[in-house]
């Protein structure tokens, strides 16, 4: 992985990812980040669109688990 690692900070009571901390940002909303993906900003991280119009931000797949969110 290129970048610096974003990690979960804060989950809801079902376990949806809602907070990351974000190098050089701290603690960041998920709707946050996903905008910041969404416009390039981590490249090593994509944005899953869910049917009820939730988006998820989540790892790029590389073969290892280590870095993944959540």
């Known amino acids: 992985m290129a970048g610096k690692k974003i990690t979960v900070s804060r989950e809801s009571a079902t376990g949806l990812n809602t907070h990351f901390l974000v190098p050089g940002q ?11 993906i969404e416009r390039g900003q981590h490249p090593d991280y994509h944005v899953q669109k869910l049917p009820d119009g939730r988006r998820i931000p989540r790892s790029n797949p590389d073969g290892s688990d280590s870095n993944n969110l959540g």
């Open 26 to 36: 701290g603690e960041v909303p998920r709707g946050r980040l996903a905008d910041q």
